[in-house]
């Protein structure tokens, strides 16, 4: 079992959708939860962050977290056709020493918003 | 704004090449990190640099991947010698801080193709 697990999708919804991408994980040591967005040959971009269990809000993005279920999630209210990318989660513990710096990724979900 | 720059874009070689990746990272960026994205692996971490310092660098293969920061503007991945397994994208990112949930940006990559 790998220790990020996401739908690679792809996943297509019309505008104005709402859209819920998911991960599950392993390891428990998970901390700090991130999604990124990553658009059609470019580099990935940080776009929610989260520490520890709970949920947050920006826009129209909320990321929530189940430590209990091993579980992370973020929805898009209102989806717009520029939203179309790949949405990565990742995750890494925390702790002494440098490998708390490491990302864990999820494969990746790619979503198309249709106008 | 600022931005992580990478060199080359596209990369074509024959097997057997050297391949030399550079990267620029954000000035007064302290952690420099190294990764490859594949369809069937996803993002991976190959290695990763704090203060110039190789940190972690389990995640590439040994025998022929090597990398390295001269200096605090500069960092290199080689491949010797590169093989059809190696096309990916290659990605270099950094980030300001040492905290496991600090932001991680992301150059436009290096796509790396060899024959």
């Known amino acids: 079992q790998k220790e990020v697990e996401q739908d690679p999708g792809p996943l297509s919804v019309p505008e104005g959708a709402i859209v819920s991408l998911n991960c599950t994980y392993s390891?428990?040591?998970?901390?700090?939860f991130m999604w990124y967005r990553q658009y059609s040959r470019k580099g990935p971009e940080l776009l929610m962050y989260?520490?520890?269990?709970g949920n947050k809000e920006d826009g129209r993005f909320t990321a929530q977290v189940d430590k209990s279920s091993k579980y992370i999630s973020l929805f898009i209210r209102d989806s717009q056709p520029s939203d179309s990318a790949t949405y990565l989660c990742?995750?890494?513990?925390?702790?002494?020493?440098?490998?708390?710096?490491?990302?864990?990724f999820g494969k990746g979900t790619l979503l198309t918003v249709n106008p | 704004d600022a931005r992580v720059t990478q060199t080359p874009r596209h990369k074509v070689t024959e097997m057997g090449q050297e391949v030399t990746m550079r990267c620029q990272p954000i000035?007064?960026?302290?952690?420099v990190f190294w990764y490859r994205q594949t369809m069937m692996q996803g993002l991976e971490l190959l290695a990763y640099?704090?203060?110039?310092?190789?940190?972690?660098d389990s995640g590439m293969p040994k025998d022929r991947f090597s990398a390295e920061m001269p200096d605090a503007t500069l960092a290199t991945l080689k491949i010797q010698p590169s093989e059809p397994r190696d096309s990916a994208v290659y990605f270099c990112?950094?980030?300001?801080?040492?905290?496991?949930?600090?932001?991680?940006?992301f150059g436009p990559g290096t796509r790396l193709t060899v024959t």
């Open positions: 989260t520490y520890s269990s």
């Open positions: 000035l007064g960026h302290n952690t």
């Open positions: 990742a995750m890494s513990a925390t702790g002494s020493g440098g490998s708390n710096y490491k990302l864990t």
């Open positions: 640099f704090r203060n110039r310092a190789p940190l972690d």
């Open positions: 990112a950094s980030a300001k801080g040492t905290l496991a949930g600090d932001e991680q940006y």
């Open positions: 390891n428990s040591a998970f901390q700090y």
